[in-house]
């Protein structure tokens, strides 16, 4: 029996046996928090109705100055006419709890006579289809490239695989067609495994084993074209301010993955055209738009409320007379259950005069409206539901434990991540875990800018200052380094070094990320401040185990260690890391190039790098068919290509790294007014064919573009710069009305250095032999420049090419 249907199992048992489950038939509103927490009186029910306030956006209309009941909104509308399908935006509007069961929009139409409600779901839809903005525009870069529609050519299977590891099953329903991997089950979930619902419940392990309720996706097919739901996925602020749905960083081609399964069932949709266009329908649509204070809740065009309904203090008793109660004529109308109903009845009953609230119940209130307890754990509750850990996995299923593939507690966080390190992590630019698939999305930048004074106001009970701490630590710096060979080098790389096998956090900068107080009481008792870790005490019973260091004193120990991490490249890597990379893994072109297939993030999973004695060195993109990047120095380490299963992508060695041109070097045009071609490898006019090495050591890229064979050969001159010679031949002639092209540079901008040369704004230079440069043209569209250099209709050609930074 799979793991998964273990999983599956026991919470069915559970739902059968234990005290939960409302009646669906009405298809409430979904509010993760309320029915995770609030439902099963694990949260004050008034703090369900105070969130259920905000979700709904009651307090769009019903205002009030408290900051924590602001109202979450709905999307912005300015460009869904060409963002929705058209069909169902009609019936969204029509019925929008039959079209979307569980969405917290209300039905203002409900009252409606079937007649009216038809011609004023016309008119907004005519208004709605008028509002059309342009699609950004998603540039290309080595670890990102973007195929020319992109958003047409997603791969199903990939997407699964995508939705199912990356987080999004936290939040929404995982495919019970979908296996995950292999990970071993935790203890903790073996013995819940063994445990009947009565036992579950007697020892108060109910939440834990109770299956998360998914937030409801809609009819996907019926509301977006591959295109929107693309773009969509790349950037969900864009039209989602609230921040509910965050960005999961993904790539273009992750995104038009994730689409592809989503809308997997859907027949091919044309790009959304305005099917009415009568002026007349569109101003009474705005006008409708407007006086059902659809405006006060969505953003389009400059259109402002002209109303507010009673403020939300004023309501009192009075609201059970209003949108609380079902089919009030003239009301907005929310299939409250009795649940929901009860709990926001009892905000209107104790809800204060003032606008105080204390920090912790700010922070907590606001966890539970971003929904952060769908990964993270915070006062015993929240996490990953039991129902969805299985899709929790490790890169290449390193077995790291719980603590290596589930996102981190929030118990604490606070007193163990410094404030501009907890800002940086929710910006999305915190990642320090590379063996856990799932990611830490990004949220918009005014929803969580409160979010790091609060946890530090709340968790950070200690106000004790480094040197209070370590007082003068950095005499022991050299000790310290000594120090993390005892036990922290075998788990933990230093500053991107490690020994072989390595894949825990780097610690490198970790005393820019943690207070120096945890950083002690970690050291001192791991599992106190982190249960169920397998980072082992070097202090038990608060004594060293290693009396010749320091005299065995632990504060002075733990000291020297902050002392050394501290100290970053002042002081040189542990000795048994250096004693590891001496063991000619790292390659040393000395006198003939070295070439090496690897992993490198410029350049892909189907990088060769190529290093010369010159000490300048290059990287081919072989699945794009592209020169990625280009070093100096030192060349490149290969155990983790040789010797390691799990690795992160190589990294040069040396210096001075500078990205080569993006994108395919070469297109076939009608005319300059074309975007250059984006391409992707499923569709890609080129076929590599290998590379042969020349009697030097110096290896030629062969590959075919349409009808051209083509020989890209690399070889370092004077003044560390790369030339490149690239032969052309042509087996079948072009129409009068194409020409191949070669992308010399692409940049924000270029500046031309002389008549042959060009350099762009990250400081590459690029030279081109004499008479092709003549020929070169400019083009530039949306703030991008590409050097574009015409090829002679000849049957052989060659071009030669420098590259110096």
Known sequence: MSRLLIFSLLGH???????????????????????????????????????????????????????????????????????????????????????????????????????????????????????????????????????????????????????HKIGCVACHEPDETYEPGETKISPTDKMLAQLDPEDIKELGLSAAMRPVKSVPHGNLPAKYTRKALTFFLLDPA???????????????????????????????????????????????????FVELKCVNCHTVQNLQQKEHAKPLIKLGKQASTGCLTNHQNGLPYYPLDDQQQTAIQEVFEKLPDDNKSDTEQRLSFQILQLNCFACHEREKQGGVGFNRKPYFETDGHIDLGDEGRIPPTLMGVGYKLQKKWLTKVLNGKGDIRPHMLARMPVFPAKVISTLPAMFEAVDRTQRQTEKQIFHNSTKLAVAGRMMLETGCIQCHP???????????????????????????????????????????????????????????????????????????????????????????????????????????????????????????????????????????????????????????????????PVLMPAGSPFAVLNSLNQRWPAISSADSPYQFRGFKIDAEGIPTFLYHFQQFEIEDRFEPVEKQTLKRQLKIKRNQPLSKQENLWFRGLTGKSLKQINLTTMKNDTGLMVSISGILAKTGKLHTIENETDWLIPIPAKDNIVIEVKYQW
């Not at 439902?39 to 109705?49: C, D, L, N, P």
């Not at 007649?115 to 907004?124: D, E, F, I, P, S």
């Not at 993904?250 to 790009?271: F, G």
């Not at 266009?277 to 409708?288: F, V, Y």
């Open 238 to 288: 864009q039209s989602r301010p609230s921040g509910r749905m965050p960005n999961l960083k993904l790539k273009a081609v992750e995104a038009a993955d994730i689409t592809a399964y989503l809308l997997r069932d859907q027949q091919p949709q044309d790009e959304i055209k305005i099917t009415n266009s009568d002026s007349t329908l569109i101003a009474e649509g705005e006008k409708h």
């Open 494 to 656: 230093i500053r991107g070094e490690n020994m072989p096998g390595v894949v825990g956090t780097d610690l490198g900068d970790v005393t820019n990320r943690v207070h120096a107080n945890w950083f002690r009481e970690f050291l001192l008792n791991p599992g106190a401040l982190k249960p169920r870790t397998r980072m082992p005490t070097f202090f038990p019973d608060g004594k060293s185990q290693n009396i010749s260091l320091l005299d065995g004193n632990v504060d002075r120990q733990i000291a020297s260690a902050w002392a050394y991490l501290k100290a970053g490249k002042k002081q040189p890597l542990p000795e048994k890391i250096i004693e590891a990379k001496s063991k000619n893994y790292e390659l040393v072109p000395k006198k003939r190039p070295i070439i090496l297939r690897t992993f490198m993030k410029a350049a892909g999973t189907h990088a060769i790098a190529v290093g010369f004695p010159e000490k300048v060195h290059f990287a081919f993109d072989a699945e794009h068919i592209r020169p990625a990047i280009a070093w100096k120095g030192r060349f490149l380490d290969a155990q983790g290509t040789w010797f390691i299963r799990f690795a992160p992508p190589a990294i040069p060695l040396g210096e001075s």
């Open 13 to 163: 048992i559970f739902l059968l046996n234990g005290s939960v489950a409302y009646c669906d038939i009405k298809s409430p509103p979904f509010v993760s928090g309320f029915d995770r927490f609030a439902r099963h009186g694990e949260i004050e029910s008034q703090t369900g109705g105070r969130l259920l306030l905000s979700e709904l956006s009651c307090t769009a209309c019903h205002q009030t100055p408290r900051s924590e009941l602001q109202p979450k909104r709905g999307p912005r509308l300015s460009g869904i006419g060409n963002r929705r399908l058209q069909t169902w935006i009609r019936d969204y509007l029509t019925s929008p709890h039959l079209v979307k069961p569980g969405t917290t929009m209300p039905d203002v139409l409900h009252g409606f006579s079937e007649n009216k409600k038809r011609q004023t779901v016309n008119a907004l839809a005519a208004f709605l289809a008028a509002q059309r903005t342009a699609y950004p525009t998603i540039k290309a870069t080595g670890a990102n490239p973007v195929p020319y529609e992109f958003w047409k050519k997603g791969n199903v299977k990939q997407g699964q695989n995508l939705y």
